[in-house]
C-alpha cells in the first residue's frame, strides 16, 4: 500500500478495524478515495492523529479551506461538511457556537438528568423482562438504540409524532453504502425533519434546547436577556439553527448507541471480566472506557483541511487544501499507544483514547454518554443476570459505514430475570 496511490475505502464497515491497521502501517498519512470520487488523506496512527487535531494548520471550515469547495454538490457530505455548526466551524466562530449549547451540557445539567435517564432505562427493562425468556430479542433496536435517542429528543423536544422519521434520516445519514443519490436524498430529509420541529417551536415554545435556539435565532440580544435562557443571547442564522440540531440530535444519541451495544457484546464476551464488575460495580467505568478505546463510536469523522503544508515523518507531506479524514478511533487500537490493542482488559494500564475528539472540537456531549451507559449497563445485567447472545460475536453484522461503528442488530436471550431486582417484572 503506497502513500501516494488512493486506497478505497471500505464502506461496508466489514473491513473497518482491518483497514486501519493497514492504513496505519502503510505510513503516517495514505491517501484514500471517498464517496463522490473525493481524495483525502487517512490519519491512523495515534500520535499523529492526535497532532493534527490541534494542528494550527489544519481547519475544519471548508467554505474558508477547501479549495473550489461547492456547497451542497456532495450528497454524503452535507452533514458533515455543509453544516454550518460548530462541526464546521474554527476560531471565534466555533466558540459562539459552541457556547450556543454548552451551558446545556455542564456536569451540573447532565447530573440533574441522572433520574429521568433512569426512568427510562427501567420502563425499557420492563418491557424487556414481559418477553419470552428464551426467545431472541434484538437488544439494539429494544434498549441501547431507545435510551439515547429518547434522552435526546426529550432534551430538544421533539415530539413524538416527529421522532420516527427523523431518527430514521439521521441513522441513514451513517450509511456511507448508499449511493450518492440515496445519500442526498437522506440528507434532505434530515434537514426537513429539523425545519418541521423549528417550525413546530417556534408556533408553540416549550422549556427546551430547541425553543431555546429558536428565540436565540428570532429574538437575538435585545429582546433576549440571559436570565430567561439556557444559552448566550446571540443571534443564530437560519443555516446554524438548522446545522446545530443536525449535530447534537445526531451526535447525541448514535455514539452512545454503539458504545452500549459494544460494551454488552465484550461483557458477555468476556465472562471473567463480566464477574469481577459484578462483585466491584464501580469497574463498570473501566468497562466504558476499554469499549471506548477499543471500540470507538465514530471512527472516522469527515472533513478537516490543510490551511497550509504540513510535513509528516516518511517524507510525506500533506498540501495546503487537501482533505484530511481523522480517524478517532484509531488512535485507542494503535498499539504503540495502547499495547495488545486487541484484547479488552479491563485492568488495562494508563489507555489512552480520543473516541470523543481532542483539542477544541472534544465532544460536548460525552459526560452525557458515559452517565446513560454508566446507568444501563449495569442495570441491564442486574436485571438479566442470565443474558447471552443469541448468535455468536463473529456473526453480528455491522453498520454498513466508515463514519460510525455499530452492529446492525444485536440479538440476546434475557434469559430468567433476577427475583433480587426491585419492581423485576412490573
Given at each position: 500500500?503506497?502513500p501516494?496511490?488512493?486506497v ?25 478515495r ?5 481524495v ?5 496512527r495515534?500520535?499523529?492523529v ?10 475544519k ?9 461547492r ?27 459552541k457556547n ?26 420492563d418491557?424487556?423482562?414481559a418477553?419470552p ?13 431507545r435510551?439515547?435517542t ?18 430514521t434520516?439521521i441513522?441513514?445519514v451513517?450509511?456511507?453504502?448508499l449511493?450518492?443519490?440515496?445519500a ?5 430529509h ?23 435556539l ?54 458477555l464476551t ?5 464477574a469481577?464488575v459484578r ?23 469527515p ?16 498540501a ?20 495488545d490493542?486487541?484484547?479488552?482488559d ?9 473516541a ?40 453480528l ?30
Open positions: 500500500m503506497s501516494h496511490s488512493p478505497t475505502l471500505d464502506r461496508t464497515g466489514v473491513h473497518l478495524y482491518e483497514q486501519l491497521d493497514r492504513l496505519r502501517a502503510a505510513g503516517p498519512a495514505v491517501r484514500v471517498l464517496p463522490g470520487d473525493l483525502a488523506w487517512s490519519v491512523s495515534g500520535d499523529v492526535k497532532r493534527l487535531l490541534t494542528h494550527p494548520h489544519v481547519s471550515d471548508a467554505r474558508k479551506s477547501w479549495p473550489g469547495y456547497p451542497y454538490a456532495i450528497g454524503w457530505l452535507i452533514a458533515w461538511v455543509d453544516v454550518v455548526s460548530m462541526l464546521t466551524a474554527d476560531g471565534a466562530d466555533h466558540q459562539r457556537l450556543l449549547v454548552g451551558k446545556a451540557f455542564t456536569a451540573r445539567r447532565i447530573e440533574a438528568m441522572r433520574p429521568a435517564i433512569t426512568a427510562i432505562v427501567t420502563g425499557l427493562l418491557e424487556l423482562a418477553g425468556p428464551g426467545q431472541p430479542v434484538d437488544l439494539r433496536a429494544r434498549y441501547s438504540y435510551i439515547p429518547q434522552v435526546i429528543c426529550d432534551l430538544f423536544g421533539v415530539p413524538r409524532e416527529q421522532r420516527p422519521a427523523m431518527l434520516a441513522d441513514a451513517l450509511d456511507t453504502s449511493s450518492q443519490e440515496q442526498a436524498e437522506a440528507q434532505q434530515m434537514i426537513a425533519a429539523m425545519r418541521r420541529l423549528i417550525d413546530t417551536k417556534r408556533a408553540d415554545p416549550g422549556d427546551d434546547m430547541t425553543s431555546r429558536v428565540a436565540a435565532s428570532d429574538t437575538g440580544p435585545a429582546d433576549n436577556p440571559t436570565e430567561h435562557h439556557d444559552i448566550d443571547p446571540e443571534p443564530l442564522t437560519a443555516d446554524e439553527l438548522i446545522s446545530t440540531l443536525v449535530l447534537m440530535i445526531g451526535a447525541g444519541s448514535e455514539t452512545t448507541v454503539s458504545l452500549i451495544d459494544h460494551a454488552v457484546t465484550a461483557m468476556h465472562p471473567d471480566q463480566l469481577a462483585r466491584d460495580p464501580d469497574r463498570w467505568a473501566d468497562v466504558i472506557e476499554e469499549t471506548l478505546r477499543q471500540h470507538s463510536p465514530v471512527m472516522h469523522l472533513l478537516r483541511y490543510a490551511a497550509a503544508d504540513i510535513p509528516l515523518d516518511d517524507g510525506v507531506t500533506i495546503k487544501g487537501d482533505l484530511i479524514l481523522i480517524a478517532f478511533g484509531a488512535h485507542g487500537r494503535d498499539p504503540a499507544v495502547n499495547p490493542p486487541g484484547r479488552f479491563i485492568d488495562r494500564h494508563d489507555r489512552a483514547h480520543l470523543f475528539g481532542h483539542g477544541i472540537h472534544f465532544c460536548l456531549g460525552a459526560p452525557l454518554a458515559r452517565l446513560e451507559a454508566a446507568i444501563a449497563l449495569p442495570a441491564l445485567f442486574a436485571r438479566f443476570p442470565h443474558l447471552r447472545l443469541a448468535v455468536p460475536a463473529g456473526e453484522r455491522r453498520q454498513p459505514s466508515f463514519i460510525g461503528n455499530d452492529v446492525q442488530r444485536l440479538p440476546v436471550i434475557t434469559g430468567q430475570e433476577s427475583p433480587l431486582t426491585p419492581g423485576a417484572g412490573g
